[in-house]
């Protein structure tokens, strides 16, 4: 029916319809046959190199009888939870303050972006050194005067995780602060003028007018921002290595662990298989009714 | 044509010298100072038959860094000369892929098998009856190093084995020493556990049981209950001092501010740096003093196959050279291990390798864990125990754990 209506639909375009098939290609071939390779041997008892031995679900039996499977996901799920929640809110605080037309608010804005541009090793070995209690903020309040102050979290296995958070959000909501400050500028003059002259307060105008006009901004912040979440490695090998003991280990250096340092690869495919499920499954609906439906006509 | 000649000649000249000579990298974790000392020895002898030792040193106890990088450079096709690997189960899959060198003729022509002793040391370098690595020395984790001053700073005579000295720990602390020393990283905390709080207390047979005929009811049981109790005793004593790597805790002890660290034998390489005598500045206790057996550890080197046959020749003249007399002298003096072979003359050995001699010559040998045990069950062991040692968990806690780690270990 379709191509009867339309029958120069696959013609359209011609050109960049070839120039984009060898990236086409890459993708599908890359990521899509890697990821099915992956989630083939993670029903394998392969070791140190892939062999086709089929074992069933025993792979993914042992990660969730292994405890430090469930301390990584517990301590993913406070890290992105808190992750997400304080970047976002952090991020658009600090846009909507910039975006009082404030003098040099070009400096502010290279100076919340700039942790942005550091890699994730270098922002973690910054932040062990800041909270080391030998010779970081500890020390340098302590020797204000302040004796008794106590903080270095990355010492205590309860708050570990929240050290590295901090780490995070460091590096992470400069980032989240420049979209929302162009999605600010992107508000229309005479939505404010409306607003004032109706008497509206700002912040309501913010909370009920401005974000919900902001929504495709947020949709990309939160992307962003969770695949990072989900990712994170780097960060905690520089930072902690996993410890103390294994208060800050996360499921991406299972996965790494498992494959390089035990020689288990059938470990770390299955535990890599049940990381892309965690995204497939908060991800996948989400963004087919965030992106989908705008397509269809709204 | 004179010039042709002459210029043909030089060519020729120039592609025979080219023939011997080659350039080896070798890859090994040997960066700490006694260490690194020794691996020279190695470097010195291969520089002086004309072929030259290109260092591919990765830092990282245990090889946590260098056995990811080698393992995948070797899949990709990037061999390098030789490269160190604890023997054992480490490198079955490899071997099983033809990645490495086969020694097996060089071994016959040169007679390993007649002087290497204890001859379970090849053994343990064999696949299929066919030879594939060198082993170079026998490290042995059963050791506690004591600093001799410490104790006498406490009032307290240097204990002679490990229950006097928990009961001398009360002292040192008053005295302002720590009295453990133990590095952060797992591998430390779970060798001292698994290799030797459990040997030595638990005995060698309870040990092989679990270790080598993985016996989980063993591991369950009343022998490995009373290695936890003191393993639980050993985290509170460590807990005045906070260290990383394993040759900053033997620096603690060295300058006083722990009085005792479990470690390998190793740890006498940073003694040796040091300028600290055995028996007089510092006492070792084999075994912890409670029963004096060694396991056979070690480390030896693979020669990935390489497709240039000079390499190819280089590579076997190392190998050869590294089992030769005078290197093993000189390198397990300078690293603290004892050699692979029983005909070598260590008259310049110390208190502690003499020590060391004596057990492998009494027979009191036990095979290591990493020739019983896969990575992947040693993984799971580390992982329990940092776990362990990083928080509150009771004994029996995590003897269960243990236990039923011991009963899936393949």
């Keep these: 029916m379709a191509s009867a209506t339309r029958p120069n639909q696959l013609l359209r375009n011609m050109s960049s319809k070839i120039a984009s098939i060898p990236m086409a290609l890459t993708a599908i071939v890359i990521f899509v046959g890697c990821t099915l390779w992956t989630v083939a041997y993670s029903f394998t008892g392969s070791r140190l190199l892939p062999r ?42 600090m846009a909507a303050l910039l975006d009082q037309k404030i003098r040099g608010e070009n400096v502010f804005r290279t100076i919340f972006l700039y942790p942005y541009a550091l890699s994730f090793v270098v922002t973690g070995l910054t932040w062990q050194w800041m909270l080391n209690p030998s010779f970081g903020l500890q020390k340098v309040v302590r020797d204000w005067g302040w004796e008794s102050f106590t903080f270095a979290p990355l010492t205590n296995p309860d708050w ?30 005479d939505v404010w ?105 709204r | 044509m004179k010039h042709l000649t002459k210029v043909l000649a030089t060519t020729a000249l120039v592609s025979a010298s080219a023939a011997t000579a080659a350039e080896l990298e070798v890859v090994h974790w040997w960066t700490s100072g006694g260490e690194a000392a020794a691996v020279a020895e190695f470097a010195k002898a291969l520089d002086a038959t004309g072929h030259t030792w290109v260092d591919g040193a990765i830092a990282g106890g245990g090889g946590t860094n260098a056995i990811p990088a080698v393992v995948s450079r070797l899949l990709g096709g990037d061999p390098m000369g030789a490269t160190q690997f604890n023997h054992g189960r480490q490198t079955e899959d490899l071997i099983q892929e033809g990645l490495f060198l086969d020694l097996t003729d060089l071994a016959e022509q040169e007679g390993w098998r007649d002087f290497v002793f204890p001859s379970s040391l090849l053994d343990s370098c064999t696949y299929d009856g066919r030879l594939y690595c060198v082993p170079v020395n026998i490290h042995s984790w059963q050791w506690i190093w004591l600093n001799n001053d410490a104790f006498a700073k406490a009032g307290t005579d240097v204990p002679s084995n490990w229950d006097e000295f928990v009961a001398a720990a009360p002292a040192l602390r008053e005295a302002g020493v720590a009295p453990l020393a133990v590095g952060s990283q797992a591998w430390q905390q779970a060798g001292a556990i698994t290799e030797v ?6 005995g060698p047979e309870a040990w092989e049981q679990v270790n080598v005929a993985k016996d989980a009811d063993v591991a369950a049981g009343p022998a490995y209950a009373a290695v936890f109790e003191a ?38 390489g940073e003694f040796a740096v040091a300028e600290a005598v055995a028996g007089e500045d510092y006492t070792c206790l084999p075994g912890l003093g409670v029963n004096p057996v060694l ?75 990493n020739i019983a045990l896969s990575q992947d069950t040693i993984g799971q062991v ?29």
Excluded at chain 1, 72 to 84: D, K, T, V, W
Excluded at chain 1, 197 to 223: C, E, H, L, N
Aim: net charge negative.
């Design chain 2, 197 to 202: 709080l459990a040997v030595a207390i638990a």
């Design chain 1, 52 to 93: 086709w031995r089929w074992v069933g679900l025993d792979q993914y039996d042992r990660l969730w009888d292994t405890d430090r499977w469930i301390i990584s996901m517990q301590n993913l799920a406070i890290y992105g939870f808190c992750m997400m929640a304080f970047s976002l809110f952090l991020g658009f605080l």
């Design chain 1, 193 to 297: 003028k409306a607003a004032r002259v109706d008497g509206i307060p700002a912040w309501k105008t913010y909370v009920y007018i401005v974000i919900p006009m902001m929504r495709p901004i947020f949709v990309t912040a939160i992307v962003l921002v969770a695949t990072a979440i989900i990712k994170v490695f780097d960060l905690i090998v520089a930072q902690t290595q996993g410890g103390p003991g294994l208060a800050t280990e996360v499921p991406a250096k299972y996965v790494y662990e498992m494959m390089f340092r035990n020689q288990n690869l059938g470990q770390g495919f299955a535990a890599s298989t049940m990381m892309l499920c965690f995204v497939l499954i908060i991800i996948v609906p989400w963004s087919i009714y965030e992106f989908g439906g705008r397509r269809n006509g």
């Design chain 2, 295 to 369: 396991s056979l550890g070690g480390d030896a080197f693979y020669f990935p196959k390489n497709s240039d046959a000079d390499v190819e020749a280089a590579q076997l003249e190392l190998a050869s050279l590294m089992i030769s007399k005078e290197v093993q002298v000189d390198f397990n003096l300078k690293k603290g291990s004892l050699p692979v072979r029983g005909d070598v003359d260590l008259s310049a050995a110390n208190d502690c390798m003499n020590k060391g001699l004596g057990l492998l010559a009494d027979g009191k040998i036990l095979a290591g864990a």
């Design chain 2, 382 to 410: 580390n992982d329990l125990i940092v776990q362990f040692w990083n928080s509150d968990m009771s004994a029996a806690e995590v003897q269960e754990k243990y236990a039923g780690i011991i009963a899936r270990a393949d």
């Design chain 1, 160 to 189: 570990a995780i929240y050290g590295v958070l901090m780490a995070g959000l460091w590096q992470g909501t400069g980032l989240v602060m420049v979209i929302m400050l162009a999605g600010l500028r992107g508000i229309d003059e």
């Design chain 2, 231 to 268: 393993a639980a005793a050993a985290r509170d004593l460590a807990a005045d001092i906070t260290v990383t790597d394993w040759n900053l805790a033997t620096a603690a002890v060295i300058e006083g501010q722990a009085a005792a660290q479990i470690m390998g034998d190793w740890a006498q």
